[in-house]
Nanobody, 114 residues
Framework: VQLQASGGGLVQPGGSLRLSCAAS????????MGWYRQAPGKQRELVAL???????YSADSVKGRFTISGDNTRNTLYLQMNSLKPEDTAVYYC?????????WGQGTLVTVSS
């Protein structure tokens, strides 16, 4: 399984970005998927999850601002980020869990600054 994350960039506070994570290789429709982020000097943290049954979960810090979703085939995962804050600045990683094995994308940098 290979994951390719994209969509990061520089945005002003209050702005929006949409991240994408395209999966290729041996993919199961019912894999669990998620977005994580790592800010400079901090540990990687969970941002949002989409479980194989369709249940979604968002961290308290992004609830109401970020939305996780997938396309119909669940080959592509999205993270719509609205009302961005400087503290959202981080490298964002997508993860796919298949049969207990985690696969990570390469990360995409999001910088929120005026």
């Amino acid at each position: 399984v290979q994951l390719q994350a994209s969509g990061g960039g520089l945005v002003q506070p209050g702005g929006s970005l949409r991240l994408s994570c395209a999966a290729s290789g041996y993919i199961f429709r019912f894999d669990d998927m998620g977005w994580y982020r790592q800010a400079p000097g901090k540990q990687r943290e969970l941002v949002a999850l989409m479980l194989n049954g369709g249940t979604t979960y968002s961290a308290d810090s992004v609830k109401g601002r970020f939305t996780i979703s997938g396309d119909n085939t669940r080959n592509t995962l999205y993270l719509q980020m609205n009302s961005l804050k400087p503290e959202d600045t981080a490298v964002y990683y997508c993860k796919r869990t298949q049969r207990g094995v985690d696969y990570w994308g390469q990360g995409t940098l999001v910088t929120v600054s005026s």
